[in-house]
């Protein structure tokens, strides 16, 4: 059955620190991939998308992910993050329909000290 | 732009009664939607997609009767929880897919999300 994984479910790390995120899915065809976050009180924002070309893909407030097809993986990363990027990380995948669903993994809260 | 509004923000209501909510698209057409529901420190579940002039599609699960979905126009969808139960209570988010995107057609756009707590 298709899903979507997210391998951590608490990250707590020191501003300045890298950050990487783990996402895998399970489906052998066509995939697009998102991340979205989610800052305290406020509603789902996309960090970043993948759809074709350039398996490294960069997004808005330093993001990048990067896409393993062989893997089935699409890991989020920053290299230095800030007090502010503390939020609920989302990733989530369109299996290769034309009907735009998306699955989404269980999400990966993150806490940065300052 | 893209912007998603959802009202109300949140609501409280008796065991029995109906709720609606609504989901608009503020400064584009989105002739899809779609109705989510978030429990505490769980993911979204998509629970079904909101077609303008069409039926919605559900989910496996969720029951059609009981969460009826109305997309009248471009930039409204309404979900209406009937009889609610206190079962019901969630975080009720919902997405727009913003036709007409330079970038690409396949991205949802979310509102804030309703939180209904049913006594």
Same mark, same amino acid.
């Given at each position: ?114 | ?61 969720? #029951?059609?009767?009981? @969460?009826? %979905?109305?997309? &009248?126009?471009?930039? $409204? ?9 206190? #079962?019901?209570?969630? @975080?009720? %988010?919902?997405? &727009?897919?913003?036709? $007409? ?19």
């Amino acid at each position: 059955a298709q899903s979507v994984s997210q391998h951590n479910h608490h990250v707590i790390l020191s501003e300045a620190a890298s950050l990487e995120l783990g996402c895998n899915y399970s489906y052998g065809g066509t995939v697009n991939l998102f991340w979205y976050v989610q800052y305290p009180g406020q509603h789902l924002q996309l960090l970043l998308k993948y759809f074709s070309g350039d398996p490294l893909v960069k997004g808005i407030k330093g993001f990048e992910a990067e896409f393993i097809k062989s893997k089935f993986s699409f890991n989020l990363r920053k290299p230095s993050v800030q007090w502010s990027d503390t939020a609920e990380y989302f990733c989530a995948v369109n299996f290769g329909t034309n009907d735009y669903k998306l699955s989404f993994g269980a999400g990966t809260t993150v806490t940065v000290r300052a | 732009g893209a912007v998603v509004s959802q009202h109300p923000s949140r609501v409280i209501c008796k065991s029995g009664t109906s709720v609606k909510i609504e989901c608009r698209s503020l400064d584009f057409q989105a002739t899809t939607m779609f109705w989510y529901r978030q429990f505490p420190k769980q993911s979204l579940m998509l629970m079904a997609t909101s077609n303008e002039g069409s039926k919605a599609t559900y989910e496996q699960g969720v #029951e059609k009767d009981k @969460f009826l %979905i109305n997309h &009248a126009s471009l930039t $409204l969808s309404t979900l209406t929880v009937t009889s609610a139960h206190p #079962e019901d209570s969630s @975080f009720y %988010i919902c997405s &727009a897919r913003w036709d $007409l995107a330079v970038d690409s057609t396949d991205t949802q756009y979310f509102g804030p999300g309703t939180r209904l707590t049913v006594l």
